[in-house]
């Protein structure tokens, strides 16, 4: 469920109205409907998880005041925290209408609906990638248990000889001799010392679990190239909606590569986080403040104590106001 206040100034007199609404698609409906009959010209909400993103949605299409970037306003929970001991879904919707009143909510950054998709695309692709890694750890240990020494003596066991020496292993080679003379000219390790680290003591249970953890890295794979056929099809039509003499998605792609160390990869996801759009940041200390680069401040009575950075950009779900304290 949600919970409403609508908060209404009539006659130098405040009434509030709180109501509770069902996180249907027809709750958050009859929600909208509330707040355009209420006359309601400013709407602000806590953004926790990812819960905020349907009533986000419903309510953006509602004439409301809106900002660069999101409408209705969305606010990081941790910044609006109610007093301790006062806490319930009526309170915190009363306390929100308030603050949001008195102008005293700092609107959280959501970028635009395509760069939402885009987003969410490179962000799946990092959990692929991940759980990728993941599965060659467990084929590496699995290799451990048999005393196969491989990854001692190559840097990737998934490159081109160590796939081709796990698939013989998992299609029953056992002969260090002819396994060792799968790996590429290019390998650097000594013969003798290659044959060595492939004898070991492989078992009917080491070849299933190999196969079963190589399965598991290809389907990942293949959802990898997955999302990049999609994240190139997004680009794509992001460019084609372009207004004529403003920069294409992709031109800004190529210029963020000219960065000595950032890659095409790198220069989609940037721009991805943080959009194309960079009149929301006042300056580019802003810019580094919401991307959690700048440390924070902690002084009291004329001393500064040690201060940190704050999460990276990709954890940082609840979002960050786009009035942060620049560098």
Request: aromatic share 4%; net charge positive; with cysteine.
């Amino acid at each position: 469920m949600i919970v409403a206040c609508v908060r209404i100034m009539a006659g130098g007199k405040i009434g509030r109205e709180c109501r509770t609404f069902d996180t249907s698609t027809s709750g958050l409906r009859a929600l909208l409907a509330l707040l355009v009959a209420s006359g309601c010209t400013h709407v602000a909400m806590e953004a926790t998880g990812v819960y905020w993103k349907p009533v986000w949605n419903i309510l953006s299409d509602g004439e409301f005041e809106l900002i660069p970037g999101s409408s209705p306003w969305t606010a990081n929970a941790a910044h609006i925290k109610n007093v301790p001991g006062r806490k319930t879904d009526v309170n915190d919707a009363t306390w929100i209408a308030d603050l949001a009143a008195c102008g005293l909510i700092r609107a959280s950054f959501v970028p635009e609906p395509e760069i939402q998709e885009l987003r969410a695309f490179l962000r799946a692709r990092k959990q692929l990638i991940r759980q990728q890694s993941s599965h060659i750890l467990r084929m590496q240990k699995t290799l451990e248990e048999a005393n196969i020494k491989l990854a001692s003596v190559i840097t990737d066991v998934m490159g081109l000889s160590g796939r081709r020496m796990i698939e013989a292993i998992i299609a029953g080679e056992t002969n260090p001799m002819r396994l060792a003379a799968l790996a590429h000219r290019r390998i650097k390790a000594p013969r003798d010392m290659l044959v060595e680290a492939l004898r070991g003591r492989v078992t009917d249970y080491h070849r299933f679990m190999l196969q079963l953890y190589l399965e598991q890295h290809d389907a990942l794979a293949a959802a990898v190239a997955k999302i990049d056929q999609a994240v190139d099809a997004a680009i794509a039509r992001m460019d084609e909606e372009v207004e004529a003499g403003r920069a294409t998605f992709l031109s800004l792609i190529i210029l963020l590569c000219s960065i000595p160390g950032v890659s095409i990869l790198s220069a989609t996801t940037i721009l991805a986080e943080i959009g194309t759009d960079m009149s929301r940041f006042p300056t580019a200390g802003h810019l580094l403040a919401w991307a959690g680069l700048c440390p924070s401040q902690n002084e009291s009575a004329g001393k500064r104590k040690s201060s940190r950075l704050r999460k990276s950009l990709p954890s940082r779900r609840r979002g960050a106001p786009l009035g942060s304290r620049p560098c």
